[in-house]
């Protein structure tokens, strides 16, 4: 039976909003300071580390492959790639060696070249996962199930298409539980060049932020953006330090 043949015009849409996944478009503070994780450990990620042992200077190797490697710059993809081992080591300092090591065992799990972005990984790779390191960080059987179920929490904040890949992600924007945050905030590689915006209004968050360090309050950009107020306020989260918002 011969397979039917899509039009060119959603061929051209399919390309295009691929590509757009996989464009260069974040440097390493901006990712730093979407993910709530610091430069230097995402830079070890995309980079590797490097280090002395007996006199000797070595290298760990990167886990995840950059967009862009000189300079640095990161896609759409990379960022989620990085929100996903993030939520799977927030708890526990797993070291990078044996963090590769799990996800070359969850690539040869799925038969995915990435397995971070791989929709499988929601479903099955945070048992997998901790099945795998249950070992390495002494947790017990109950111990893996509360955390792969923490990490599940995590990764419902990526939204996906029909065919699993990612296409949005609702950054973490307060200092709350993860389950109990709203998705106000959402970072879409077709809406405003992948820059984050208030949901549901397209309003970049760093136009609010911008605004709020010019003296306007929250109260007011929410009455004129038709927004609710702390959905306002998470914009403003999104782009400044906790402290300064």
Not at 1 to 19: G, V
Not at 58 to 83: C, G, W
Not at 231 to 237: F, K, L, P
Request: net charge positive.
């Amino acid at each position: 039976m011969r397979a039917e043949r899509l039009p060119s015009e959603r061929l051209n849409a399919i390309d295009q909003r691929l590509d757009r996944r996989e464009l260069p478009a974040y440097t390493l503070h901006e990712a730093a300071r979407y993910l709530g994780v610091s430069g230097s450990t995402l830079r070890s990620w995309f980079v590797g580390q490097h280090y002395v042992y007996r006199d000797r200077p070595r290298q760990f190797r990167r886990v995840i492959d950059p967009a862009q490697a000189k300079p640095l710059i990161l896609s759409f993809s990379n960022l989620v790639e990085a929100y996903v081992l993030a939520a799977i080591r927030r708890h526990h300092k797993i070291s990078l060696p044996r963090t590769r090591r799990a996800l070359s065992y969850l690539s040869k799990k799925f038969g995915s070249r990435r397995p971070l972005l791989d929709s499988q990984l929601a479903a099955h790779g945070p048992d997998l996962f901790m099945e795998h390191l249950g070992q390495i960080i002494n947790l017990s059987r109950d111990g893996q199930v509360e955390i792969a179920e923490l990490i599940r929490v995590y990764l419902k904040r990526v939204e996906r298409d029909a065919e699993g890949a990612p296409i949005k992600l609702y950054p973490l924007v307060r200092a709350q539980p993860v389950a109990e945050q709203p998705r106000t905030v959402v970072i879409d590689p077709t809406v405003s060049f992948g820059r984050p915006v208030l949901v549901g209004t397209g309003i970049p968050t760093a136009v609010l932020a911008e605004q709020f360090k010019a003296g306007d309050r929250p109260a007011d950009l929410a009455r004129a953006y038709g927004a609710e107020e702390q959905a306002v306020w998470d914009s403003i989260r999104c782009e400044l330090d906790l402290e300064a918002a």
